[in-house]
């Protein structure tokens, strides 16, 4: 287990990290290989949901070695808590139509699975040729509704977790190195 750095940025964090940058870059390299196999020769458009997949984001397709596109999607279904509301609104969606493309959905992670199956079912009905999701983090233990993941780094605890994109009230986004935050930071 490695313990987190010093630094102002990681308070109210566990002292254990989940993840370190170093086993986050290998398992996105390896993310990145599979993705270059099944997607050769496909007109491959990716998603990015904003704003927790966006650390993800910017590593994943640069292990990707093929012609691609990139759009952009945010969506909320949670607010500051830690619970998801259930409600899923779409903040900012695609530039561009995806009719006709593979469409490959990159998150950072996935709870009860509401807010990914319904763009699953948002995308499928703008007639995308093919649909599937990549993930950082799962947490099947979690899931209020099925989901099947396509591309997952890791499958984690029923934690709430911080750091590489992912945030509590928007913060420690910033995280190289993915924590588990302290529970009285959230309970307060
Ligand atoms: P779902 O709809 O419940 O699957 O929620 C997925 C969204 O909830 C993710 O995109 C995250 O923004 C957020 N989320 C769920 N679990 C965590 C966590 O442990 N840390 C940070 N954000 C989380
Ligand atoms: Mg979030």
Redesign the pocket.
């Known amino acids: 287990m490695t313990m987190k750095p010093q630094g102002t940025a990681y308070e109210g964090l566990k002292d254990e990290l989940l993840l370190t940058r170093e086993e986050i870059a290998a398992r996105v390299a390896e993310l990145g290989a599979q993705i270059t196999r099944d997607y050769k020769g496909k007109d491959l458009t990716t998603v990015c ?1 904003l704003k ?2 966006v650390v993800f984001f910017v590593d994943l397709i640069r292990a990707i070695d093929l012609p691609l596109s990139m759009d952009f999607m945010s ?1 909320s ?2 607010g500051n808590a ?1 619970k ?1 509301s259930g409600v ?1 609104r779409i903040l900012k969606d695609l530039d561009k139509p995806v009719n006709g493309k593979d469409v490959l959905i990159i ?10 199956s ?1 763009l699953r079912d948002n995308l499928k009905s703008r007639g995308a040729a093919s649909l599937k999701i990549a993930t950082l ?1 799962d ?1 099947p233990d ?1 899931r ?1 509704v099925p ?1 099947h993941v396509d591309y997952c780094g890791f499958v984690i605890p029923d ?4 750091g590489y994109g ?3 009230a928007e913060q420690y986004r910033n995280l190289p190195d993915i924590g588990i ?1 302290r529970p009285e930071i959230y309970s307060k």
């Open positions: 949901i927790g997949a969506i279904s949670y830690t998801s899923v998150e950072d992670i996935v709870d009860s699975g509401m807010t990914l319904f983090l947490k979690r209020r989901l934690e709430f977790v911080v992912l945030d509590y935050l």
